[in-house]
């Protein structure tokens, strides 16, 4: 994707995330993030991946209301982005965060407690260390 695309896909992605969040009034709109916004080349169209929190029927309902909205949502982009063509909204449930949750729960079921630990990986800094171990900064002091 060129950095111009880049550029206004991201920009989308801003305004669009506003609007739902303050200007849009349907009930059925749950907690939504907007995950990325994908234009076409020509940017006419643009496919608005959300994730959604709650049950699947929550998550389905909120797709029906963004459903809903995408003309209301279109105007507002329309004349708060000036571009030669308002693009055509779609939005799409993004999965990656349901399926990375997936993944690590499959992770943790086929290896046992005591791999499982040893394999992660520690926090900032590359080694983890044992509180009976001096610390260099203790040391110095």
Request: aromatic share 4%; proline share 7%; hydrophobic share 35%.
């Amino acid at each position: 994707m060129s950095v111009r695309l880049e550029r206004v896909a991201e920009e989308m992605k801003k305004e669009i995330s506003r609007i739902i969040h303050d200007e849009l009034k349907d009930p059925r709109v749950g907690f939504v993030t907007i995950m990325r916004v994908e234009v076409t080349a020509d940017l006419r169209q643009a496919k608005v991946f959300f994730s959604c929190l709650g049950t699947p029927e929550q998550r389905a309902a909120s797709l029906q209301g963004l459903s809903r909205a995408t003309g209301f949502v279109r105007r507002l982009v329309g004349d708060r982005i000036k571009m030669r063509y308002n693009p055509e909204l779609t939005f799409v449930p993004d999965e990656t965060v349901d399926r990375q949750l997936h993944m690590s729960q499959l992770m943790d079921q086929i290896l046992p407690p005591s791999e499982a630990s040893s394999e992660r990986v520690p926090p900032e800094g590359g080694t983890s260390r044992s509180t009976s171990d001096p610390s260099p900064e203790d040391a110095d002091a």
